[in-house]
């Protein structure tokens, strides 16, 4: 598919391609410096951050005289460096000190650090990765983040059921076709097939996921996808197959799911999930859905 | 392995030893529920991570290093600049202060100036041209195993 045709595509879904320029941002962990301190750091320093109003821990990083990843306070697990969207996902899933929870695709760690640090490293928390060369990144993330309650498995998601657990909540960041803000050279990259394909493993990932959900468990299915067949049609999917209800995904950024796609019509319930389009949001493409088991 | 580096700081009892497991290269410290996972299934890193074996050296984890400095004396604080060179692996060519009175040979912990762990070096005297404080550990090995793995794949 041609870049013009995914640009019909997306307008006739609402959207639109513009170009938009990803500002960097991080994460504090307040849980190993306390927020004001580091803001003071990072003035002595010249890093001039300005905070994300819709996180609660996240910051834009208007300026820097270094690179932000190569600092004492980020190998001492001060901050992680995390696309401002991708931020929303845990807060999403509100995980709760003392539950078993699960992030599905792990690496390299991002929200499974902040799901520790929600926690305040208690409870269990089970990470899963598929790839081998990625778990490098999700230990060493882990570590450096000073996670605690974290056990990582070197496993396909769709497999999850073999660790005979019952999870209160899961995190499905589905592996995805990704989205042009992110990769300037996506149009070129991605077909229809390509999409179908990566929502036929979600959709695996999704059964998965919640045949190891405890009843009125949560789940939250996210994506950095624009595509409504890795999204709403996901959505739709499982609430034709499976006992659940959607909540409302309460975060103040976001436009709400499509209920129409392609002349389709969809659960109205649906548009209580939150689509980012890159031109409105001014973050990467992203899709966040909370769901809880019947 | 562990038990010999936590020697080396006065620190034996800063660990339960029988609450620590080796999976692969990495020491970990469990709580009970994570000892009963681990019974049941095979994970590759769980609980409190303390640090990683890398050939005949012990790394310790950002935790570890921050329990150990508050234990043991023989520390040399350094200014921002040879804070970052000693991160980059580079040995200590000047300290703002010396703690702890170690003699030469002593492994002392490196501390920032806001007396934050970054690492470990060899005492040689006060720092200069000739003898410099030998780089043995700092925290910079975060960023240098994600090169290796990216140079690797």
């Known amino acids: ?44 320093q010249g890093v001039l951050v300005e905070k994300i109003p819709w996180t609660r821990f996240g910051y834009w990083i ?43 695709c792990a690496a390299p760690g991002g929200k499974t650090t902040q799901i520790a640090h929600l926690m305040f490293n208690t409870g269990s928390l089970v990470a899963l990765e598929k790839k081998e060369h990625r778990l490098v990144s999700l230990k ?14 070197h496993m396909d998601g769709r497999d999850v059921k073999h660790l005979g657990l019952q999870f209160d909540r899961i995190l499905l960041d589905a592996p995805c076709s990704g989205n042009y803000a ?26 998965a996921a919640l045949e190891v959900l405890k009843p009125n468990g949560v789940l939250v299915y996210s994506t950095c996808s624009l595509e409504p067949e890795e999204n709403e049609l996901n959505i739709q999917w499982v609430l034709d197959h499976y006992k659940v209800m959607i909540e409302p995904v309460r975060v103040n950024i976001g436009d709400p799911g ?36 019947c | 392995m562990l038990g010999k580096f936590l020697k080396l700081f006065n620190a034996e009892d800063v660990v339960l030893m029988d609450d620590v497991v080796q999976i692969k290269e990495f020491y970990f410290t469990l709580t009970l529920a994570q000892k009963d996972l681990l019974s049941h299934s095979k994970p590759i890193y769980i609980g409190y991570c303390l640090g990683k074996k890398k050939g005949q050296q012990f790394c310790p984890s950002i935790c570890l290093l921050d329990f150990i400095s508050g234990r043991y004396e023989k520390q040399v604080v ?40 970054i690492g470990i070096a060899s005492y040689a005297g006060n720092p200069s041209k000739k003898t410099p404080i030998k780089h043995v550990y700092d925290i910079g090995d975060y960023l240098r195993r994600e090169r290796t793995r990216k140079l690797k794949s």
């Open chain 2, 78 to 117: 350094v200014d921002a600049k040879t804070e970052w060179l000693f991160v980059c692996g580079r040995d200590i060519f000047s300290v703002t202060c010396v703690k702890g009175n170690p003699s030469e040979g002593d492994l002392v912990l490196v501390m920032n100036q806001h007396q934050e762990c």
């Open chain 1, 258 to 293: 499509l209920t129409k796609v392609f002349g389709r019509a969809l659960d109205l319930s649906i548009a209580q999930c939150r689509r980012f389009w890159p031109h409105k949001t001014q973050t990467g493409g992203f899709f966040i859905t909370r769901l809880r088991k």
């Open chain 1, 182 to 207: 992110t990769d300037p050279a996506w149009f070129e990259k991605r077909t229809v097939k390509d999409l179908e394909l990566s929502a036929r493993i979600q959709r695996d990932l999704l059964s």
């Open chain 1, 62 to 104: 208007k300026s820097s005289p270094f690179s932000m990843g190569a600092t004492t306070e980020y190998l001492r697990g001060y901050y992680y460096l995390q696309e401002a969207a991708a931020q929303l996902p845990a807060y999403v899933l509100d995980p709760r000190p003392n539950e078993t929870v699960l992030d599905l």
């Open chain 1, 140 to 153: 060493t993330n882990l570590e450096r983040m000073r996670v605690r309650n974290a056990a990582v498995y």
């Open chain 1, 1 to 44: 598919m041609s870049k013009h045709e995914f640009v019909k595509r997306y307008q006739h879904l609402g959207g639109d391609v513009r170009e938009v320029k990803l500002q960097d941002s991080l994460r504090v962990s307040a849980l190993a410096i306390k927020e004001e301190e580091l803001l003071k750091r990072f003035k002595e």
